[in-house]
Nanobody
Protein backbone atom coordinates (compact mmCIF):
# COMPACT_ATOMS: atom_id res chain seq x y z
CA UNK A 1 0.00 0.00 0.00
CA UNK A 2 1.22 3.53 -0.75
CA UNK A 3 0.48 6.34 1.69
CA UNK A 4 0.29 10.06 0.96
CA UNK A 5 0.06 12.47 3.88
CA UNK A 6 -1.20 16.01 3.35
CA UNK A 7 -2.72 18.95 5.16
CA UNK A 8 0.29 20.36 6.93
CA UNK A 9 1.05 24.04 7.03
CA UNK A 10 1.66 27.07 9.18
CA UNK A 11 -0.82 27.85 11.95
CA UNK A 12 -0.84 30.06 15.01
CA UNK A 13 -0.79 28.61 18.48
CA UNK A 14 -4.30 27.68 19.54
CA UNK A 15 -5.35 26.98 15.99
CA UNK A 16 -6.35 23.78 14.26
CA UNK A 17 -5.28 21.66 11.32
CA UNK A 18 -6.55 18.42 9.86
CA UNK A 19 -4.07 16.04 8.32
CA UNK A 20 -5.11 13.41 5.82
CA UNK A 21 -3.42 10.19 4.82
CA UNK A 22 -4.68 8.77 1.55
CA UNK A 23 -3.88 5.20 0.61
CA UNK A 24 -3.60 3.53 -2.74
CA UNK A 25 -2.81 0.03 -3.87
CA UNK A 26 -4.87 -1.82 -1.30
CA UNK A 27 -7.84 -1.22 0.94
CA UNK A 28 -6.92 0.44 4.22
CA UNK A 29 -9.35 -1.88 5.97
CA UNK A 30 -6.52 -4.43 6.05
CA UNK A 31 -4.44 -2.15 8.28
CA UNK A 32 -4.39 -0.41 11.58
CA UNK A 33 -3.02 3.08 11.11
CA UNK A 34 -0.69 5.26 13.09
CA UNK A 35 0.45 8.86 13.12
CA UNK A 36 3.94 9.78 14.23
CA UNK A 37 5.94 12.98 14.27
CA UNK A 38 9.57 13.92 14.27
CA UNK A 39 11.67 17.05 14.67
CA UNK A 40 15.35 17.34 13.80
CA UNK A 41 17.59 15.79 16.42
CA UNK A 42 14.76 14.05 18.23
CA UNK A 43 13.39 10.53 18.26
CA UNK A 44 10.27 9.81 16.30
CA UNK A 45 7.29 10.23 18.59
CA UNK A 46 4.07 8.25 18.59
CA UNK A 47 1.04 10.52 18.16
CA UNK A 48 -2.02 8.34 17.58
CA UNK A 49 -3.24 4.98 16.40
CA UNK A 50 -6.56 3.66 15.16
CA UNK A 51 -7.59 0.07 14.67
CA UNK A 52 -8.65 -1.18 11.26
CA UNK A 53 -12.34 -0.79 12.03
CA UNK A 54 -11.99 2.50 13.82
CA UNK A 55 -13.44 1.00 16.99
CA UNK A 56 -10.41 1.84 19.13
CA UNK A 57 -8.03 4.77 19.23
CA UNK A 58 -4.88 5.46 21.21
CA UNK A 59 -2.94 8.66 21.78
CA UNK A 60 0.41 9.82 22.98
CA UNK A 61 0.33 11.65 26.29
CA UNK A 62 1.37 14.95 24.75
CA UNK A 63 -1.64 15.11 22.42
CA UNK A 64 -4.42 13.49 24.45
CA UNK A 65 -7.52 15.64 24.56
CA UNK A 66 -6.33 17.82 21.67
CA UNK A 67 -5.90 15.46 18.71
CA UNK A 68 -8.41 13.03 17.25
CA UNK A 69 -7.64 10.23 14.82
CA UNK A 70 -10.38 8.88 12.56
CA UNK A 71 -10.71 6.94 9.35
CA UNK A 72 -12.99 6.41 6.40
CA UNK A 73 -12.23 3.03 4.89
CA UNK A 74 -14.62 3.63 2.01
CA UNK A 75 -12.48 6.62 1.04
CA UNK A 76 -9.24 4.83 1.95
CA UNK A 77 -8.25 7.77 4.10
CA UNK A 78 -7.18 8.36 7.68
CA UNK A 79 -7.36 11.73 9.39
CA UNK A 80 -5.70 13.49 12.27
CA UNK A 81 -7.66 16.44 13.61
CA UNK A 82 -5.33 18.66 15.62
CA UNK A 83 -6.85 21.30 17.89
CA UNK A 84 -5.36 23.71 20.41
CA UNK A 85 -2.03 23.49 18.66
CA UNK A 86 1.11 24.46 20.52
CA UNK A 87 4.54 25.48 19.22
CA UNK A 88 5.89 22.17 20.53
CA UNK A 89 3.61 20.37 18.07
CA UNK A 90 5.81 21.64 15.26
CA UNK A 91 7.16 18.60 13.42
CA UNK A 92 6.98 16.52 10.30
CA UNK A 93 3.99 14.23 10.68
CA UNK A 94 3.96 10.76 9.17
CA UNK A 95 1.20 8.25 8.70
CA UNK A 96 1.94 4.55 8.78
CA UNK A 97 0.11 1.28 8.20
CA UNK A 98 0.44 -2.02 9.99
CA UNK A 99 -1.31 -5.27 9.06
CA UNK A 100 -4.42 -5.44 11.17
CA UNK A 101 -3.64 -8.89 12.60
CA UNK A 102 -0.38 -7.58 14.05
CA UNK A 103 -1.15 -5.98 17.40
CA UNK A 104 2.20 -4.37 18.15
CA UNK A 105 5.62 -3.74 16.72
CA UNK A 106 6.93 -2.03 13.64
CA UNK A 107 4.73 -0.53 10.96
CA UNK A 108 4.95 -1.95 7.46
CA UNK A 109 4.35 1.11 5.30
CA UNK A 110 5.07 4.82 5.76
CA UNK A 111 3.95 7.98 4.04
CA UNK A 112 6.34 10.74 3.04
CA UNK A 113 5.46 13.17 5.84
CA UNK A 114 3.82 16.57 5.98
CA UNK A 115 5.26 19.55 7.85
CA UNK A 116 3.25 21.25 10.57
CA UNK A 117 4.58 24.54 11.92
CA UNK A 118 2.91 26.20 14.89
CA UNK A 119 3.91 29.80 15.55
CA UNK A 120 3.73 31.37 19.00
Amino acid sequence: VQLQASGGGLVQAGGSLRLSCAASGRSLSYYSMGWFRQTPGKEREFVARITWSGSSTYYGDSVKGRFTVSRNNARNTVYLQMNSLKPEDTAVYYCAARKREVLSGDYDFWGQGTLVTVSS
